[in-house]
């Protein structure tokens, strides 16, 4: 089955650029997906990507596909201490559109 | 802007108890979610629904789990008896195309 792996942590100075990583391993994934988990509370919806699309943009956020290497990028523009969450990446297949998440990244803002 | 609702938010019971939490999908949304999420971890499908229909559940321990979407709006997941392990937050999410949009969850510890 689908496997998607994502790095652990990332602390980013308020104001920079973050960058989240996540690879996933099924080729037949047809979108992919950025959300966002505060401490206690549900996941956010941030954005999604068609697999035959490159880049998605939408305001601060930057969604990179290479879907050769199996490789999904997220860039947070201007980071701001509110932006301090677990982020996933998750990966749909199949008609049924069930989603594999990897484990999260933690994004730490530093003032 | 429509939510999906889950309750109760927070649920304490000791092993062997029953539970039951309760979910209301976005209004319109066919497709309905269940997933389980262990501190540290994404979140794992336990089954899917559409309309009233089970379309997977081959992730849901059914010696223990039981789910159920009677008239194919909201849904309810139960554990006869809960045990230690199954402390985690329980999410239940909903569809109508790509975009799979999460409840704030059900937070359970069995003692």
């Known amino acids: 089955g689908e496997d998607v792996e994502q790095s652990l942590f990332l602390s980013v100075r308020e104001g920079d650029s973050s960058v989240i990583n996540c690879t996933y391993t099924d080729s037949s994934s047809t979108y992919l997906y950025w959300y966002k988990q505060e401490p206690g509370a549900g996941l956010q919806l941030l954005t999604y990507?068609?697999?035959?699309?490159d880049m998605k943009q939408d305001q601060r956020l930057t969604v990179l596909l290479n879907k050769k290497d199996k490789h999904l990028s997220l860039r947070i523009a201007d980071t701001q201490t509110g932006d301090s969450a677990i982020y996933f990446c998750a990966a749909s297949s199949g008609s049924a559109r069930q989603l594999t998440f990897g484990s999260g990244t933690q994004l730490t803002v530093l003032p | 802007e429509a939510e999906v609702a889950q309750s109760p938010r927070y649920k304490i019971t000791e092993k062997s108890q029953a539970v039951a939490f309760w979910c209301d999908p976005i209004s319109g949304h066919a497709t309905l979610y269940w997933y389980r999420q262990i501190l540290g971890q994404g979140p794992e499908l336990l089954v899917q629904f559409q309309d009233e229909s089970v379309v997977d559940d081959s992730q849901l321990p059914k010696d223990r789990f039981s789910a159920e979407r009677l008239k194919g709006v909201d849904s309810t997941l139960k554990i006869q008896p809960a045990e230690l392990g199954d402390s985690a937050m329980y999410l239940c999410?909903?569809?109508?195309?790509?975009?799979?949009?999460f409840g704030p969850g059900t937070r359970l510890t069995v003692t």
């Open positions: 990507i068609f697999s035959n699309m």
């Open positions: 999410a909903s569809s109508k195309a790509a975009e799979q949009y």
